[in-house]
T-cell receptor
Framework: GNSVTQMEGPVTLSEEAFLTINCTYT??????LFWYVQYPGEGLQLLLK?????DKGSNKGFEATYRKETTSFHLEKGSVQVSDSAVYFC????????????FGKGMKLTVNP | SQTIHQWPATLVQPVGSPLSLECTVE??????LYWYRQAAGRGLQLLFY??????ISSEVPQNLSASRPQDRQFILSSKKLLLSDSGFYLC?????????????FGPGTRLTVL
């Protein structure tokens, strides 16, 4: 079946550090891939997405590239800020319009000043 | 874009009491609707999803149930709460069956069962 594996953390970084959160997936065909962010006490917000191989999603300084050959969608940011402290979820939605998103377990990031 | 409303925002209930959480959606019609639970420090667990009025699919057998009485209304219920029902409940909405359509999430309801 479809699945998502991501770094679980928690991870603590200093402000302006480089961030990578690894995400790999298992799915048939060409799923759409998503990164969601959850700030403390809130619901999830879509951070970025990519819908086909080699697409790069980007938003708020974050980037992720859909790599079909390595079945990966790693999230990166060159310089994190304290306001980036949150839980990050990688997710996929299978090709063909499955009703469900499949989520990774989430990774808690804390950025210290 | 879609806006998801959930209420109440927080709820403290005794074990054995009933539960009703409501979710309504604005800005779209005929969405797929979802209920997730997030236990403390853990990931998201899909509980129910619905592709239309009166159509409910259950992902996890438990003492919870869901109903969709109107196109943009989704309700999560229980007749008797358990301690293990404590958690953060999230409602989500997505358009149709196109894979690149993301899910939009509501602000959540934090439920504490004592």
């Amino acid at each position: 079946g479809n699945s998502v594996t991501q770094m679980e953390g928690p991870v603590t970084l200093s402000e302006e550090a480089f961030l990578t959160i690894n995400c790999t997936y298992t799915a048939t065909g060409y799923p759409s891939l998503f990164w969601y962010v959850q700030y403390p006490g809130e619901g999830l917000q879509l951070l970025l997405k990519a819908t086909k191989a080699d697409d790069k999603g980007s938003n708020k300084g974050f980037e992720a590239t859909y790599r079909k050959e390595t079945t990966s969608f790693h999230l990166e940011k060159g310089s994190v800020q304290v306001s980036d402290s949150a839980v990050y979820f990688c997710a996929l939605r299978a090709q063909g319009g499955s009703e469900k998103l499949v989520f990774g377990k989430g990774m808690k990031l804390t950025v210290n000043p | 874009s879609q806006t998801i409303h959930q209420w109440p925002a927080t709820l403290v209930q005794p074990v054995g009491s009933p539960l009703s959480l409501e979710c309504t959606v604005e800005g779209t019609s005929n969405p797929n609707l979802y209920w997730y639970r997030q236990a403390a420090g853990r990931g998201l667990q899909l509980l129910f999803y619905s592709v239309g009025i009166g159509q409910i699919s259950s992902e996890v057998p438990q003492n919870l149930s869901a109903s969709r009485p109107q196109d943009r209304q989704f309700i999560l219920s229980s007749k008797k709460l358990l301690l293990s029902d404590s958690g953060f409940y999230l409602c989500a909405s997505a358009l149709g069956e196109v894979s690149y359509n993301e899910q939009f999430f509501g602000p959540g309801t934090r439920l504490t069962v004592l």
